[in-house]
């Protein structure tokens, strides 16, 4: 069962075996399920990396005038590599 459903997890195949009149425990379940070798996913600078050139930063701003009025500001940032950033 755990192999035809890999997204499953011993809570849930134990759920479907009690369904079906099979008792048995929770941490049996977990315990006969096997082992899956998963690469570990990657890490926040590997992103960063990977997808530098398509990130975009947004903000919104207000900035208060000597005259007592306020402007608001939207900014918006492509970032091309680890150095440099051009305003859009």
């Not at 759920?15 to 990657?42: D, H, N, Y």
């Amino acid at each position: 069962m755990a192999e035809g459903n890999v997204g499953w997890g011993a809570p849930r195949i134990h759920g479907e075996l009690q369904k079906l009149g099979i008792e048995v425990s929770e941490r049996t379940v977990s315990r006969l399920m096997p082992k899956r070798s998963t690469a570990p996913s990657q890490t926040w600078r590997t992103f960063l990396d990977n997808h530098a050139r398509e990130l975009v930063s947004i903000d919104f701003f207000t900035v208060p005038t000597a005259r007592l009025r306020v402007l608001f500001v939207s900014l918006c940032c492509r970032m091309n590599d680890a150095e440099s950033f051009t305003l859009m």
